[in-house]
C-alpha cells in the first residue's frame, strides 16, 4: 500500500559465493548483539552508533551473499494463485482483481460496480497468519520456551513467516510468494539516504529501527543454532540479515491487530489479500465479525468497473507512513510533527501550574503535535500552554473559589481566553518555539523543493526529503499562525476590549457540542502521548510496531476528522484495534501507535 516496493527477479537457491565458517559467523553475531546492546549513545553520537552498526551489519550481509531464499520470477506471477487459494478457503473476491497501477504500485481494481458501505471482501481466520498460527506451527517448541517470543507478537509473526516462506508444501505459500521481495522501508535505505534525514524529527525513530532489527537478527540468530526447539526449525541452515529484515519488512507494513477465536482479547495477523488495498483519507471500513469468524471490509464508496479500490489506514502522519510503510502521503490531512513541553521543576510556580494540568488531565511534561491543518494546535496543547503562562494569581482563580473546577471545562476552548496578555504570551512562545525548531535543520524549504526536482533523484532519498520538508512546512505554519494570533491579540488588548465570559449553563453546552475541541478535556482521549522512560530490551524494544512503544519511541494519535476525498498514490494496508459490540462484529479501528500499514506493495 505505500508507494510498493520495486521486485528484483532473482532466482531461488544459488548458495553462498564463499564459504564462511560458523564459527566465524557466530563471532561476527555476537559482536554485532554486543553493539546494539550496549547503553544508549550519548547525545549526538546517535548517528555514530548508527554507522558502527551498520558497518557490522554489512560485513554479515557480506559473508551471507547468495543465502538468502527468493523465489524464482515477479510476484505478479503469483497473483492468479493467491486469488484461487483465496476463492477456494472461503474468501470472498469476486468484485475485483489484482492490478498494477504504475506509480501507486499493486492494488485491487473492481470488476463490477461497487456501492459505498457494500461488503465485497471477507477473509476466513484459516487463511490468517497469526500468533496463534505460528503457536501450533514448527515455531511451537521455541516460542514454549522464549519469553521474548512471548511477549513479542510482532517478532513471533515475522519469525513464523520465514519458516513458512522455507517450506514448499505451507498452506500459506500462495500468500508468500505473492508479497514483494524488498520494501522501500527505511531498513533498506542506502547510508546516504539515512542521512538525508539528520535534524529531522523522524531520524531518531529510523535509527532505533535499524539497531532494534540488527539487535534482534542477531539474538534469534543465536538462539536458532544453539536452543535445542530449534533444531528442527527450517531456517537453522541459513538465516540471513537480508532474511529477517524481509520478514521485518513484511510485517512492519501488514500487521494488524485481530480478535482472539473466543473474543476475549486481540492478537496480530497477516491478512492476505485484503492487505494489498491502497490508502486513500476516509474512514475506517474493515471490521472483524466474530460470529462468522472473518474479517470483513465494506467499500469506502461508490467504484465503478475497471476503478481502484482504495481504504483509509487510519490518522497516520507521514514520519509514521515513511518509517513504517515505506510511502509519504502527500495529501496527508492529519500530518503532524511532535514537540516536547513540560514545565520546569525548578519554576518558583511548577506546583501551582502541575495541579491545574492535573485537573485537567494534562500531564506536567508531555510530547504534543503540531498539526498541518487549521488550527495547528489541539484543545489539549492549548490548554497546557495557557497553563504554562499564567501568572500566579490567573493560577489562584483555577486552583481556588466556587467555579474553579468549572474553569477547568474551559481550558482548551479557544472562545474563553485567560486573559489578553496570557492568550499574546502563548502564542508568542509557540512562534518563537516554532522558529527555532527549523532553525535545526540542514537545509531551508526552498533548498528541499529543489532537490525533489532533480529528475535522478533516487526513490529513498525522494522520501527521506518529502518528509523532512513535510516538517519544516508544518513548523512554518505553526510559527506564522502563532505570529497571526499573537497580534491579533495584542489588537484586543490595545482596543481594551472585554474578555468572553461563560456562564455556568455553557458547561452543558459545552458538553453537547459537536466539536471535540470543545469538550472539558478531562472527558477526552488526549491526542498527546506522555512520554515514557527508555526500558531495556527486553521488555520494549519493538522489532515492529507495538502496542504500547514504537522502537522505544513516543508516538501520537491524531484526533482530527477523517476527509474522504484525496487518494493517495500508495498500497499499504492500515493497523487497527477492534471493539467487539452485541451483534458480534468488532470494528477495526485504527491503534494509538501505529500497528503498521501495510504496503500491498
Excluded at 270 to 285: E, Q, R, S, V, Y
Excluded at 336 to 358: D, N, Q, T
Excluded at 416 to 432: G, Q, Y
Amino acid at each position: 500500500m505505500g508507494k510498493k516496493s520495486r521486485v528484483k527477479t532473482q532466482k531461488s537457491g544459488s548458495g553462498a559465493t564463499a564459504v564462511v565458517s560458523p564459527k566465524e559467523m557466530m563471532y561476527l553475531i555476537s559482536e554485532l548483539l554486543q553493539k546494539c546492546s550496549s547503553a544508549a549513545p550519548s547525545a549526538g553520537k546517535e548517528w555514530e552508533e548508527y554507522i558502527q552498526i551498520r558497518g557490522l551489519v554489512e560485513k554479515i550481509r557480506k559473508k551471507q551473499k547468495g543465502m538468502s531464499v527468493m523465489f524464482e520470477g515477479h510476484r505478479e506471477d503469483y497473483f492468479s494463485d493467491l486469488m484461487s487459494w483465496a476463492q477456494e478457503n472461503g474468501a470472498a473476491c469476486d468484485g475485483f482483481t489484482v492490478d498494477n497501477f504504475g506509480t501507486e504500485g499493486y492494488g485491487l481494481r473492481a470488476t463490477r460496480d461497487i456501492k459505498a458501505e457494500e461488503l465485497f471482501l471477507w477473509i476466513p481466520r484459516k487463511m490468517l497468519m497469526t500468533v496463534e498460527a505460528a503457536q501450533n506451527s514448527v515455531l511451537g517448541p521455541l516460542y514454549s520456551q522464549d519469553r521474548i517470543l512471548q511477549a513479542m507478537g510482532n517478532v513471533t509473526l515475522a519469525l513464523h513467516l520465514l519458516c513458512e516462506r522455507a517450506d514448499p508444501a505451507s498452506f500459506w505459500q500462495p500468500y508468500v510468494r505473492s508479497l514483494p521481495q524488498e520494501y522501500d522501508t527505511p531498513l533498506y535505505y542506502q547510508q546516504e539516504d539515512v542521512q538525508l534525514l539528520l535534524g529531522t524529527q523522524a531520524v531518531q525513530d529510523v535509527l532505533s529501527q535499524y539497531k532494534n532489527t540488527a539487535r534482534q537478527y542477531a539474538y534469534f540468530y543465536k538462539l536458532i543454532q544453539t536452543h535445542p526447539a530449534a533444531s528442527k526449525l527450517p531456517l537453522k541452515d541459513s538465516f540471513t540479515f537480508d532474511d529477517y529484515r524481509w520478514a521485518v519488512s513484511s510485517v512492519m507494513t501488514r500487521q494488524n491487530q485481530i480478535p482472539t477465536e473466543d473474543g476475549s482479547r486481540v492478537t496480530l495477523a497477516l491478512i492476505p489479500l485484503w492487505d494489498m488495498c491502497n490508502h486513500t483519507n476516509g474512514l475506517i471500513t474493515t471490521g472483524y465479525n466474530l460470529e462468522d469468524d472473518r474479517c470483513e471490509c465494506v467499500a469506502l464508496q461508490d467504484y465503478k468497473e475497471n476503478e481502484q479500490i482504495y481504504i483509509f489506514y487510519g490518522t497516520r502522519s507521514n514520519s509514521e507512513f515513511v518509517i513504517h510503510n515505506g510511502f509519504f502521503f502527500q495529501d496527508n490531512a492529519h500530518d503532524r510533527v511532535k514537540i516536547k513541553l513540560g514545565v520546569s521543576k525548578s519554576e518558583r510556580l511548577y506546583a501551582m501550574k502541575a495541579e491545574v494540568l492535573a485537573r485537567a488531565g494534562i500531564p506536567a511534561s508531555c510530547v504534543f503535535a503540531l498539526h498541518c491543518n487549521e488550527p495547528p494546535i489541539s484543545a489539549q496543547l492549548h490548554a497546557f500552554l495557557r497553563v504554562f503562562c499564567m501568572t500566579e494569581e490567573e493560577l489562584k482563580e483555577y486552583l481556588l473559589g466556587e467555579r474553579a473546577i468549572n474553569k477547568v471545562f474551559i481550558l482548551g476552548n479557544s472562545d474563553f481566553p485567560v486573559s489578553w496578555e496570557n492568550e499574546i504570551k502563548l502564542w508568542t512562545f509557540l512562534e518563537t518555539r516554532a522558529a527555532l525548531l527549523l532553525k535545526t535543520y540542514k537545509t531551508t524549504s526552498e533548498e528541499d523543493i529543489s532537490m525533489l526536482e532533480k529528475p535522478d533523484l533516487s526513490l529513498h532519498a525522494r522520501l527521506a526529503i518529502q518528509l523532512r520538508l513535510a516538517e519544516k512546512q508544518i513548523l512554518e505554519k505553526a510559527s506564522a499562525n502563532g505570529r497571526a494570533k499573537r497580534l491579533h491579540f495584542q489588537e484586543k488588548l490595545e482596543e481594551g476590549a472585554a474578555l468572553p465570559r461563560y456562564e455556568e449553563s455553557d458547561i452543558a453546552l459545552l458538553e453537547n457540542a459537536d466539536a471535540d475541541a470543545k469538550l472539558p478535556i478531562i472527558l477526552r482521549k488526549l491526542e498527546e502521548v506522555e512520554e515514557e522512560p527508555e526500558r531495556p530490551l527486553q521488555e520494549h524494544s519493538r522489532l515492529l510496531n507495538g502496542d504500547k512503544a514504537v522502537y522505544g519511541t513516543v508516538m501520537e494519535e491524531a484526533n482530527g476528522e477523517a476527509e474522504q476525498e484525496n487518494t493517495q498514490k500508495v498500497d499499504s494496508a492500515p493497523a487497527f484495534i477492534e471493539s467487539p459490540n452485541q451483534k458480534g462484529k468488532s470494528e477495526l479501528g485504527e491503534t494509538l501507535l501505529p500497528q503498521s500499514q501495510n504496503p500491498s506493495d
